[in-house]
């Protein structure tokens, strides 16, 4: 009998290791900096999904001699295709809507804008580590996604498909 107790107590402990290596559905809440760490998005549950704003901006506003904006005011989305929110200060600005969580480390059916061309993506993030989240976005098939995991494809923002990396 005092054998089977140790090896009931080592089952246990396996079985608790092993569970906490799964995600939850919650571990992709939190505050991400960009790839090139000059945005931080903030992921939160938005009622059944999760939803994403950029919180922080390394340069939030525009800078002296600029064309694009009154210098030292926020930046705006100015591409947005809706005219009446071409005002809206990137900062707060919600770009990450929808994503379920899908089971394992994924998150699927979600959508990202992208503020540098005003367009919005179908999108799936993964989230490879505690400290790295793979948000891919795309247009038709999930199969072709732009990615980041290195240099950013020359049409693709530093935000858009950005692997998020670490929590800020």
Do not use: H
């Amino acid at each position: 009998m005092r054998i089977i107790r140790p090896a009931v107590f080592l089952l246990i402990v396996a079985l608790a290791a092993s569970l906490s290596a799964f995600t939850g559905a919650d571990d992709i809440a939190g505050r991400w900096f960009n790839q090139d760490k000059d945005a931080k998005i903030e992921i939160s549950k938005c009622g059944n999904n999760y939803c994403g704003k950029i919180v922080w901006l390394k340069d939030p506003t525009y800078p002296a001699g600029s064309k694009l904006g009154t210098p030292g005011t926020p930046k705006l989305d100015d591409k947005n295709p809706d005219a009446a929110r071409r005002k809206d200060p990137l900062v707060g600005l919600e770009i990450i809507k929808g994503f379920q969580f899908a089971g394992g480390n994924v998150w699927k059916n979600g959508t990202i804008y992208d503020p540098d061309s005003g367009k919005t993506y179908s999108a799936k993030a993964t989230l490879v580590s505690t400290t790295e989240l793979d948000l891919r976005g795309y247009v038709g098939v999930s199969m072709f996604a732009a990615r980041r995991s290195g240099r950013a494809p020359t049409n693709v923002s530093s935000i858009l498909a950005a692997v998020l990396c670490g929590f800020a």
